[in-house]
């Protein structure tokens, strides 16, 4: 079975200062997906990034960045110039080719004026 | 406007009462899903439904029923709820599941209390 880790229940940073939420996961399958998801205080699911597991070049989408190490089993996401709107719950996620997301248990971000 | 809708968004109900929650999508996905979320747990899969009548149990299933008669639509049931169903659930769905790069859109969630 599949097993994603977030080390880190809670994580705070300063507004415009840069973050990264750690995660590792476990598999023995070669082609798979990354995700982070935000959970705002609205509770919506809300798909931040996501990485292919053959690709070497790390996702980027605006201030959001991953920093994926297969080999480590590592997937990492950075937020740089942290916004007060980035405050939330995130969780990191993997898929195979089958059905179901496998989740984190999830690293709560402050962001502080 | 594609989205995944829930109903209710919030229920109050006690031991043992029968109650539903409906799930509909509007993007003619094949596959849907529902999961569970608990503080320290993450997100866990119930039951998915990979099609109209078919359907399978995910890694916490005790005590859930689903069912999927048509494409759009993808009912939660609790047939005796009880207190440790108290959680909130989250209903997604997806285009093509076999593809592990499909994005899974989820609805806004439910928040349910069993007293």
């Known amino acids: 079975a599949q097993t994603v880790t977030q080390s880190q229940p809670e994580m705070s940073v300063q507004e415009a200062e840069t973050v990264t939420l750690s995660c590792t996961y476990d598999?023995?399958?070669?082609?798979?997906?990354l995700f982070w998801y935000k959970q705002p205080p609205s509770r919506q699911m809300i798909l931040v990034i996501r990485?292919?597991?053959?690709?070497?070049q790390n996702a980027t989408e605006n201030r959001f960045s991953v920093n994926f190490q297969k080999a480590a089993k590592s997937f990492s996401l950075k937020i740089s110039d942290s916004q007060l709107g980035d405050a939330a719950m995130y969780f990191c996620?993997?898929?195979?080719?089958?059905?179901?997301?496998?989740f984190g248990k999830g690293t709560s971000l402050l962001v502080t004026p | 406007e594609a989205q995944v809708t829930q109903n209710p968004r919030y229920l109050i109900t006690v031991t043992g009462k029968k109650l539903t929650v409906t799930c509909s999508q509007n993007?003619?996905?094949?596959?849907m899903s529902w999961y569970r979320q608990d503080p320290g747990l993450g997100l866990r899969q119930i039951y998915y439904?990979?099609?109209?009548?078919?359907?399978d149990k995910g890694d916490v299933p005790e005590g859930y029923k689903v069912s999927r008669k048509e494409k759009r639509n993808f009912p939660l049931i609790l047939e005796s709820p009880s207190p440790n169903q108290t959680s909130l659930y989250f209903c997604?769905?997806?285009?093509?599941?076999?593809?592990?790069?499909?994005?899974?859109?989820f609805g806004p969630g439910t928040r349910l209390t069993v007293l």
């Open positions: 439904s990979m099609n109209v009548e078919v359907t």
């Open positions: 598999t023995s399958e070669s082609d798979y997906y």
């Open positions: 996620a993997y898929r195979t080719s089958g059905y179901a997301l496998n």
């Open positions: 993007m003619n996905h094949e596959y």
């Open positions: 990485q292919e597991a053959y690709k070497q």
């Open positions: 997604a769905s997806t285009l093509e599941p076999r593809l592990a790069s499909s994005e899974q859109f």
